[in-house]
Structure formats: C-alpha cells, structure tokens
C-alpha cells in the first residue's frame, strides 16, 4: 500500500452470508482518512434478492 494509505480487511455480513473485502483509505486534512476504494466484486452476492435488506 503506498504512502499515507492504508488497507483494511472487512468483513460483512446478511443473513447467513458472511463475505470479506478490503477498504482502502487515504490519509486527508486533520490527520482523517477517507475511504478512497472498495473491493465492491466480493459482495455482489449480498445485494442480490430480496432479502430483508432490499427496498421497492
């Protein structure tokens, strides 16, 4: 991970489905850090259906 960047591994959960990704975050102003990627493909999985979490 480059310079002022960090990576997270975070894992998420719906149901029975549990499913890791990483975050990777980049330091900002004030010393905070901002999400700056997601790896989005791992989760696909969790918004398909409709599940509890879906909306009309």
Not at 3 to 26: A, H, I, K, Y
Not at 28 to 37: D, F, S, T
């Given at each position: 991970?480059?310079?002022?960047r960090r990576s997270f591994n975070v894992?998420?959960?719906r149901g029975p489905l549990v499913r890791t990704t990483t975050f990777t975050t980049v330091q900002?102003?004030?010393?905070?850090?901002?999400?700056e990627q997601v790896a989005l493909e791992p989760l696909t999985d969790l918004c398909v259906g409709g599940g509890p979490a879906a909306r009309p």
């Amino acid at each position: 991970v480059p310079e002022g960047r960090r990576s997270f591994n975070v894992e998420l959960q719906r149901g029975p489905l549990v499913r890791t990704t990483t975050f990777t975050t980049v330091q900002g102003p004030a010393a905070r850090y901002y999400v700056e990627q997601v790896a989005l493909e791992p989760l696909t999985d969790l918004c398909v259906g409709g599940g509890p979490a879906a909306r009309p």
